[in-house]
């Protein structure tokens, strides 16, 4: 079953304002990736993460490899009305089977006008 | 670039019917997933082909069937569609199935009446 638990589950912000959210797991993970998704959309990768205490930037969004492998954290800046969505963390555990990634439940980010 | 391709977008089934979901890549990648979504539970993993040749259960399997046509196509069947059946069915594909990001296709919204 759902191994990383994502926080928060939502967030109300006004635009402009920096956003962050988290996934935690008692598990190791050896790759950490996070997605966003549209409405009627696929998943879309936005950051890739291969290394203990890797940071990795893509514009807005920084996100980090914790250094326990057991966490990762995602920022975005200066928030804008199109990074409304729902965003996903997702892993591949350590010493795991080919079995693709464990999702957290999602951070559905709304920004108030 | 087309990357993950789904048909049908959109399938209304009455209980006890079958149809196939496909997916095809057009990415080279070794590796295919189905995943399904369900509100409150993020993406949870149907059954997955580490390669060609070769698939496996994931999380969910029950009630599911699928065939790795060749190297791009990965199908997706439902025997006896059931009500509790009715989801957001992904497909995602990665280069290997054990560190390497995965690209979803938009996926097929399937109602289960």
């Known amino acids: 079953g759902q191994q990383l638990n994502q926080s928060p589950q939502s967030m109300f912000i006004q635009e402009g304002e920096d956003v962050s959210m988290n996934c935690t797991s008692s598990?190791?993970?050896?790759?950490w990736l996070w997605y966003k998704q549209d409405p009627g959309e696929g998943p879309v990768l936005l950051i890739a993460?291969?290394?203990?205490?890797e940071l990795t930037s893509n514009g807005r969004l920084t996100a980090q490899f914790g250094i326990t492998r057991k966490d990762s954290f995602l920022n975005i800046s200066a928030s804008i009305p199109s990074d409304v969505g729902i965003y996903f963390c997702?892993?591949?555990?350590?010493?795991?089977?080919?079995?693709?990634?464990?999702f957290g439940k999602g951070t559905h980010l709304i920004i108030q006008p | 670039n087309a990357g993950v391709t789904q048909t049908p977008k959109f399938q209304v089934l009455k209980t006890g019917q079958s149809m196939t979901l496909q997916c095809a890549q057009d990415?080279?990648?070794?590796?295919m997933y189905w995943y399904r979504q369900d509100p409150g539970m993020g993406l949870r993993l149907i059954y997955y082909?580490?390669?060609?040749?070769?698939?496996d259960k994931g999380e969910v399997p029950n009630g599911y069937n699928v065939s790795r046509l060749n190297k791009r196509e990965f199908s997706l069947r439902l025997e006896s569609a059931a009500p509790s059946q009715t989801s957001v069915y992904f497909c995602?594909?990665?280069?290997?199935?054990?560190?390497?990001?995965?690209?979803f296709g938009q996926g097929t919204r399937l109602t289960v009446v």
């Open positions: 990415m080279n990648h070794n590796s």
């Open positions: 082909s580490a390669s060609e040749g070769t698939t």
């Open positions: 993460l291969y290394k203990a205490g």
């Open positions: 997702a892993g591949r555990k350590s010493g795991g089977g080919a079995d693709g990634l464990t």
């Open positions: 598990s190791i993970f050896n790759t």
């Open positions: 995602a594909s990665s280069w290997d199935s054990l560190n390497t990001e995965a690209f």
